[in-house]
């Protein structure tokens, strides 16, 4: 049994992982002494209806001065967020007497649009390598975890803040309570907090497994995030569904009360209920559905390398750290994986040990079949490498199942 960081409740996991590295710890050969690993668990409170990790490395072992996830690496997300900043702007009206927070701005690719547009905006973003990208964009970034405390120091130095985002970051945060107390200390009584994160809705839906690593500590639903948001004195206005990393929710809170509730958060609500999301039943059959993946993927695999033909993969994903672990494979079934991400180029992937080769050298590789681990990026990429695999190239893709094109 385990205890919901939410409210307490004791819950029980529905999947288990076994042991797993840190997603993103990207390696020379000479540096894996002592790799560290964890218990990956994923359970739902029947209570508060959060989907949870039962436990989670410090936070200081995933966000540091070598964090590999550049944000804008895809060319996609730079016009997503474009779009996003573009919309809060709307929205709350926004001028040069505002004030924008972004929480885990990364490498600046939301921040830089409101700078653009001269909205006074400031990025909180612990890990300093990519915070240190955004500043060279000219974007202030505070090098810190957000907390309560650091709210605190925000409204005193800066002022209040008409609108708080954050993307793919909420997820993130085990401490969540604290979170939401430093949003609401820090809202304007006319502001909004949006994030956005992948969607347990798509989750289950699609088996998309490989959204469970260390960093995703929570799969956030309309059901949960509105009871967490009544808790702090913060109330659910509106959903809206992204196709971003595989699926996933945009959910934008105000003081309750002070904004009209969209009937977009009555119809979700809804939705997840007859999705069956409130109850366990509906994550009953997930581990299953897993491994079922598994079997179909390791079994190609092996076909595959018994036929002599060659496989790589494309895209060293955090993702990519789950299949590659809890499937069992190796670099006699995968060769390498391609990827443009300076960083974790000319490493071997976490746990699994594949080589990480830069992206330019893919198509000299030549190989028969490709894996693609990136494949939230899929359209982007299969649009990019389209002309390369008509030359009798094969995809391998896995989530909802396994397939060849
Ligand atoms: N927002 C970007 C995006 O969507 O591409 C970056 C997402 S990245 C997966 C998560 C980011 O959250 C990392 O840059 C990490 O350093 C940051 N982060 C983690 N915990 C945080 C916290 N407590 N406060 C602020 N940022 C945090
Ligand atoms: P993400 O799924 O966590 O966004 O990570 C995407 C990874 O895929 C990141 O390491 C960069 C890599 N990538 C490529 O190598 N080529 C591409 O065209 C895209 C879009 C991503």
Redesign the pocket.
Same mark, same amino acid.
């Given at each position: 049994m385990n205890k919901c960081l939410i409210c307490e409740a004791e819950y029980q996991s529905f999947v288990d992982f076994g042991e797993m590295p840190i997603a993103n710890a990207f390696a020379k050969k000479e540096d894996l002494v002592d790799e560290y690993k964890f218990p990956m668990k994923m359970g739902f409170c029947k209570s508060c209806k959060m989907v949870q990790l039962a436990e989670q490395p410090e936070r200081e072992r995933m966000f540091h001065e070598n964090y590999a996830?550049f944000s804008s !690496?895809?060319n /996609?997300?730079k016009e997503h967020f474009k779009k996003f900043a573009n919309s809060v702007c709307e929205l709350q009206e926004l001028n040069e007497r505002s004030f924008v927070l972004e929480i885990g701005s990364n490498d600046g690719i939301m921040m830089q649009n409101f700078v653009n547009r001269n909205i006074p905006c400031l990025g909180i973003e612990p890990s300093k390598n990519v915070a240190k990208v955004a500043r060279e964009k000219g974007i202030e970034v505070l090098t810190e975890f957000f907390d309560l405390k650091l709210a605190e120091n925000i409204i005193t130095k800066y002022q209040k803040a008409d609108a708080i985002l954050s993307a793919n970051v909420m997820c993130h945060i085990p401490y969540m309570h604290s979170i939401y107390d430093g949003v609401k200390a820090l809202l304007k009584d006319n502001g909004v907090f949006i994030f956005e994160d992948p969607y347990l809705g798509e989750v289950i839906e699609k088996t998309s497994f490989d959204q469970i690593y260390d960093e995703h500590v929570f799969l956030f639903s309309a059901l949960s995030v509105s009871h967490l948001a009544s808790m702090h004195g913060l109330e659910l206005i509106d959903t809206e569904f992204q196709i971003t990393?595989g699926g996933s929710m945009r959910y934008t809170l105000a003081h309750k009360g002070a904004k009209k509730v969209s009937n977009n958060v009555i119809t979700r609500i809804k939705n997840e209920m007859e999705l069956g999301l409130h109850t366990p039943e509906a994550y009953s059959n997930f581990s299953d559905n897993v491994d079922k993946i598994r079997d179909d993927l390791i079994s190609l695999l092996i076909e595959l390398k018994n036929k002599g033909k060659r496989v790589v993969a /494309?895209?060293? !994903?955090?993702?990519s750290t789950t299949v590659a672990n809890y499937f069992g494979i190796t670099p006699d079934l995968v060769e390498c994986i /391609?990827? !443009? !991400?300076p960083i974790?180029q000319n490493k071997l992937s976490p746990g699994a040990h594949i080589p990480v080769l830069p992206?330019d050298q893919f198509r000299q590789s030549d190989p028969d079949y490709v894996l693609l681990f990136?494949w939230?990026?899929a359209t982007?990429?299969m649009k990019?490498e389209k002309e390369y695999m008509a030359n009798n190239k094969h995809w391998i893709t896995y989530i909802p199942k396994v397939e060849v094109s």
């Open positions: 996830f !690496t895809s /996609y997300m990393h /494309y895209g060293a !994903t955090s993702k /391609y990827d !443009t !991400t974790k992206y990136a939230n990026h982007e990429i990019k």
